[in-house]
């Protein structure tokens, strides 16, 4: 049984750049949810996808925006890109409904020059 | 808005000594989970507490929900080297966003 599987494992950008990370969920899963982690914090909720739709967002700019496949994986866009947004960005996928229990995939480090 | 603050942020036990890291919300949860990051990996689930006054165990680790579902707490008995890592408190006020806590680091020293 597959876990959360994330890509690219590290990327390296140049400030203005645009990247696209993707996300595929644990077996069973339905929906995903994006976390930006900086160092030494913990980490922040991005948006989160269920039914190809994005069900909630937190605290993050427009620059950075999300789609969901009919086969359940993800993808994350980031625009414009700061040296801010260095950072760890980690998938977890779960279930619409309870237990909400979340798995995390082992995360893309994104590094911005 | 919402924040989830956790004490201590780091935590220095010797093997076999105690751990507790406690969490506070500024608002009413829904419900609350748990995770353990290892240095240089993902956060992994522990537990959820949903209910009021909530005491769950496993093994070593204990995990308590406040009465008043604004605080939790997570007690390790006699660490063991294999519990370092950055301990995680994430918040729900039923909405579909968990807020993650600072973090307790703790290490463990054999």
């Known amino acids: 049984d597959a876990g959360v599987t994330q890509s690219p494992t590290h990327l390296i950008k140049t400030r203005g750049q645009q990247v696209t990370l993707r996300c595929s969920p644990k077996s069973g899963h339905d929906t995903v949810s994006w976390y930006q982690q900086a160092l030494g914090q913990g980490p922040q909720f991005i948006f989160q996808y269920y039914e190809e739709e994005e069900r909630q967002r937190g605290n993050f700019p427009d620059r950075f925006s999300g789609h969901q496949f009919p086969n359940y994986s993800s993808e994350l866009n980031v625009n414009a890109l700061w040296l801010g947004d260095s950072a760890l960005y980690l998938c977890a996928s779960s279930l619409a409904g309870p237990p909400y229990e979340q798995y995390f995939g082992p995360g893309t480090r994104l590094t911005v020059t | 808005g919402q924040q989830v603050m956790q004490i201590p942020q780091y935590q220095h036990v010797q093997e076999g000594e105690d751990f507790t890291t406690y969490c506070n919300s500024s608002?009413?949860?829904?419900?609350i989970q748990w995770y353990k990051q290892r240095p240089g990996g993902h956060p992994v689930f522990l537990i959820q507490l949903v209910k009021s006054g909530e005491v769950k165990k496993q093994k070593r680790l204990t995990f308590q929900f406040g009465e008043a579902k604004k605080n939790s707490s997570l007690h390790i008995t006699a660490t063991q080297t294999t519990d370092v890592g950055t301990y995680f408190c994430a918040g729900n006020s039923g909405t579909y966003k968990y807020i993650f806590g600072t973090g307790t680091r703790l290490k463990v020293l054999a």
């Open positions: 608002t009413t949860l829904s419900n």
